[in-house]
């Protein structure tokens, strides 16, 4: 039942893989926890409720078991759309832990721009790595999407990409110019690399192969451990600094959303949080009476 449930959320609602994967292992060790030859049978406000202080109790926070309570509700309702469950779900009367908002790390404009400067534009690897880079700022991509970019989607004369995100939603990111710059350089040279190349995928490894999630994440950790403030900086952080410097800037929140590809406009929203505790330190260290 678990896995007919998980092949309705990957191929049915378009689930993302990791997501279908934390969902299973939640539902997995409901049921275990249980010993119940039936999950049906187990699932009951009391069972979930005794399941999730178990849980608690072996140190898991608040943000896992908020998680594992999306998992129960997600399952819950699935049971109820296939006649498995006949009255209602008891997920829904499981409180939603609290978890404190966390604020995503993000790098200035000059940290930025010293990380992409950091690798050498004279060398075949050192054009494909800077490109990497100034596209996971210029367009805020997650290092998934910018390993799948594609020279199909790619079009550098009108200045945009398309981009196929979490939950297979398709969207359109504007790109600057200096991003199209690197990633004309790194085209015209990505023939270079052995006759045998994927003519599609846009990065390539040295041998030709399509670059991974992995592989990017170890590129922007060569760029960054050379510019010392930006040191621990991930694909994601140029993502966060992406969406944190649009807002700076007066950019419309919705517009952000529409951008980063966030189903829901709350996870955009945590940008706002970011810039408004940076206002108020301004305006403490500012203020006359800021900190008094």
């Known amino acids: 039942m678990i896995e ?3 092949r309705d959320l990957l191929y049915g609602r378009r689930f993302s893989v990791n997501t279908v994967k934390a969902y299973r292992a939640d539902l997995y060790r409901f049921s275990n926890w249980q010993h119940a030859e039936s999950i049906i049978g187990a699932f009951t406000v009391i069972g979930l409720r005794g399941f999730l202080r178990h849980e608690a109790s072996r140190g898991l926070d608040s943000k896992s078991l908020a998680r594992e309570v999306s998992s129960l509700r997600t399952f819950g309702n699935w049971l109820l759309e296939t006649e498995r469950l006949t009255q209602n779900n008891p997920a829904k009367l499981i409180a939603m832990p609290k978890t404190a908002v ?21 060398t075949l690897l050192g054009r494909r790595n800077r490109a990497i880079v100034e596209l996971l700022y210029g367009a805020g991509l997650r290092a998934s999407e910018t ?4 020279l199909n989607g790619l079009d550098l004369r009108t200045k945009q990409i398309r981009v196929m995100g979490k939950g297979k939603r398709e969207r359109i990111v504007p790109l600057p110019e200096l991003t199209c710059r690197s990633l004309r350089s790194w085209i015209d040279s990505r023939s270079e690399l052995i006759v045998d190349y994927d ?14 999630p992995r592989d990017i994440r170890r590129i922007v950790a060569c760029g960054v451990k050379n510019a010392a403030r930006a040191a621990g900086a991930t694909p994601h952080t140029f993502r966060h600094s992406f969406a944190t410097h649009l807002l700076d800037n007066g950019a419309d929140l919705r517009a952000v959303q529409d951008l980063l590809g966030h189903a829901s406009l709350s996870t955009t929203q ?10 108020r330190e301004a305006y403490r260290k500012a203020h006359p009476r800021g900190e008094d």
């Open 4 to 6: 007919d449930f998980c």
């Open 102 to 122: 966390r604020l995503p790390g993000f790098l200035s404009v000059s940290e930025v721009r010293l990380v992409i400067d950091s690798y050498d534009e004279s």
């Open 147 to 150: 390993a799948s970019v594609t």
């Open 199 to 212: 003519p599609e995928t846009v990065f390539l490894s040295i041998r030709g192969r399509k670059l991974d």
């Open 270 to 279: 945590v940008y706002t949080h970011l810039t408004m505790e940076r206002l």
